[in-house]
């Protein structure tokens, strides 16, 4: 069975400070990695994925995320957050050969303080 | 391109009572699948169809729950009867088919059972 752990329910930064949000997993194969956003009301956003290939994936409004085997960790960065990061993000994680089914982490709520 | 439509996008029952939710895919999408979203928690996977047949109800409460996907494109999720711990948000997604395609989500339908 593969699951997602996302390290502190909700992360507070001042505005123009690095976003760094924490994604683990655990799965018997590697597998693909993937990073949505929520704004309130709304249906979650894909920020960007990890397949294969290049470990640094970088997506929209400025995030990226590194692949790190080793530490089976998939971290979430923006180097300067902006008051419209504000959000919650979700961690999901797809094994091939399951029907490509995502299991999302528990999510992580972004404050950003002026 | 038009996005993943729900509704209706807000609803309110008494426990016991039925409901039903709609979601209409992107156009050309294969694949739709439909989430429950605790508060606090991660949408879970409740059913997955591939065209107008299930792939995945592993975790659809089949007591309480029904999905259908008519002609393969949109589908009706319902619920009879509701509890109270049915109380969630309810989304949609859909992808185009082929391997670890990006899932586009609706808005979500909130339901509130009492």
């Known amino acids: 069975a593969q699951s997602v752990t996302q390290l502190g329910s909700h992360v507070s930064v001042s505005e123009g400070a690095l976003v760094l949000l924490r994604c683990n997993y655990s799965?018997?194969?590697?597998?693909?990695l993937f990073w949505y956003v929520q704004y309130p009301n709304q249906g979650l956003q894909l920020l960007l994925k990890y397949t294969t290939g290049a470990t640094l994936v970088k997506g929209i409004n400025g995030f990226e995320a590194e692949f790190k085997k080793s530490e089976t960790s998939f971290h979430l960065t923006k180097p300067s957050a902006h008051m419209s990061d504000a959000a919650e993000y979700f961690c999901a994680v797809m094994r091939g050969g399951s029907n490509y089914k995502l299991t999302f982490g528990k999510g992580t709520l972004l404050t950003v303080n002026p | 391109e038009a996005g993943v439509a729900q509704s209706p996008r807000y609803k309110i029952i008494e426990k016991r009572q039925s409901v039903a939710f709609w979601c209409n895919p992107i156009?050309?999408?294969?694949?739709l699948y439909w989430y429950q979203q605790i508060l606090g928690q991660g949408p879970k996977l409740l059913i997955q169809f591939q065209n107008n047949g299930v792939v995945d109800d592993s975790q659809l409460p089949k007591d309480r729950f029904s999905a259908e996907r008519l002609k393969g494109v949109d589908s009706t999720l319902k619920i009879q009867p509701a509890k109270l711990e049915d109380s969630a948000v309810y989304l949609c997604?859909?992808?185009?088919?082929?391997?670890?395609?990006?899932?586009?989500f609706g808005p979500g339908t909130r339901l509130l059972v009492l």
């Open positions: 799965s018997s194969v590697p597998p693909y």
């Open positions: 997604a859909s992808s185009a088919q082929g391997v670890v395609e990006t899932q586009y």
């Open positions: 156009s050309g999408h294969a694949t």
